[in-house]
């Protein structure tokens, strides 16, 4: 067996031996997961944004995989349970009537929201989580508001196809841009660190062509480090996979800074002392990083992802982090507590007008920058298997 083979089946071991450890919650299949309302960058101006999370049937790959190294999201599912089209339907109808929210909202429209997105903790266009008529339904029922300009669905590249992109496409006449985890181009990263399961680029690529073809938008997302890289590893890695993306054709990026949830790979490896989030200074190099290596001198469609501090208008049907819900991550990513506040403000800024100089002009902070670029100099000799195979076997 191939050392790369070896370190494969440690981490896939793991993984799923962590989720053995996942509490089975009961949840109102009727009710959705959360609501969280934010500001988004669209056509030049900004905009208000609601994202709209599905209590679902969660994503395959967990199922039958374990997972991603970084996700649990799953954590908000049911796995001896199944939300059925009729539950999906109704949580739909939650959004529209207002009454997901257990306080009455003024004046609630989705007609309020240029940017719609919809997500089941997984992939939309996967019929073995969510079926083509439930998802037939929400794109009929999101034809008839008129102001909703963009609709943001998540799939994994494989079940791009073109029955799904037809259903939608004949359903519903906006702009839908698909979110599809790219993580790392690099296939050792994306295979042994992001546990991705999705061995060949080239599934991305075609994905990307087939959404072009029926004039849906393509966003990368990348996540910003996974385990078993150091900082700087991590950082020329989001910079590369992001350069790459763009070149792929995909429309926009986003960067997404990993964040902990309990019974992820990436929670475990921090409790044993072999991971930190990232650092929030990187991002400023990774977005410099993406400007400079693509030699532009215009604006790009690049977004900074992920949890940071979000208005969460709905949800919480579970234990949880903060007084947040069950999917919520307990850390993300920062800084020292004297700039993260101020930091995730000028990320705020950044997603709301693409203006890369709302971070690039952040002053280094006096308590931690120095440690930061320390973190950076850290190396490891070591290939990324043989850091598996020390720590996990
Ligand atoms: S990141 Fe996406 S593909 Fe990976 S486990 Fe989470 S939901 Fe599934
Ligand atoms: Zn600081």
């Known amino acids: 067996m191939s050392k790369n083979d070896e370190a494969l089946n440690l981490v896939e071991a793991k993984i799923k031996e962590l989720r053995t450890n996942v509490p089975i919650k009961t949840f109102n299949k009727n009710k959705l997961a959360e609501v969280e309302i934010n500001k988004f960058y669209y056509n030049g101006e900004t905009v208000n944004r609601i994202m709209i999370v599905l209590r679902a049937n969660g ?75 439930a998802v037939k339904y929400i794109f009929q029922s999101l034809n008839t508001f008129k102001d909703i300009k963009k609709v943001i669905i998540e799939s994994r590249a494989e079940y791009v196809t073109d029955d799904i992109l037809n259903v939608i496409k004949n359903n519903f006449s906006g702009v839908v841009e698909v979110g599809i985890g790219v993580e790392s181009t690099n296939s050792t990263i994306r295979q042994l660190c992001h546990h991705k399961g999705l061995q060949k680029l080239s599934t991305i690529t075609n994905a990307v062509r087939t959404l072009h073809k029926h004039n849906f938008k393509a966003l990368a997302y990348v996540n910003f480090k996974p385990c078993f890289l150091t900082e700087e590893e991590a950082i020329q890695d989001a910079i590369q996979t992001t350069v790459d993306s763009y070149n792929i054709g995909f429309d926009a990026v986003s960067i997404e800074p990993t964040s902990l949830q309990e019974f992820s790979l990436a929670n475990h490896l921090k409790l044993l002392g072999y ?70 403000e000028c990320i705020k800024e950044f997603n709301k007008t693409y203006d890369k100089n709302k971070l690039l002009s952040i002053k280094p902070c006096e308590h931690c920058y120095n440690v930061w670029l320390d973190e950076c100099k850290i190396k490891d000799s070591r290939s990324i298997a043989q850091r598996i195979i020390d720590i996990l076997k």
């Open 275 to 344: 991971y930190r989030v990232p650092w929030l200074w990187s991002l400023q190099t990774i977005v410099k990083g993406v400007y400079e290596k693509l030699n532009n001198n215009g604006v790009l469609d690049l977004r900074l992802g992920g949890y940071f501090d979000e208005e969460v208008l709905s949800g919480s049907q579970g234990e949880g982090f903060a007084g947040k819900n069950e999917i919520f991550p307990y850390e993300t990513s920062g800084n020292c507590k004297y700039c993260t506040p101020n930091f995730i």
């Open 59 to 133: 994503c395959e790959h967990y199922k039958k995989n374990g997972g991603c190294s970084m996700c649990s999201h799953f954590n908000g599912t049911m796995p001896n349970d199944i939300v059925s089209d009729k539950n999906y339907i109704e949580q739909w109808n939650s959004v529209v009537n207002g009454s997901f929210s257990d306080e009455k909202i003024e004046n609630f429209s989705l007609n309020n929201f240029p940017v719609v997105c919809v997500y089941n903790l997984g992939s939309l266009l996967n019929p073995n989580e969510i079926s083509v008529n």
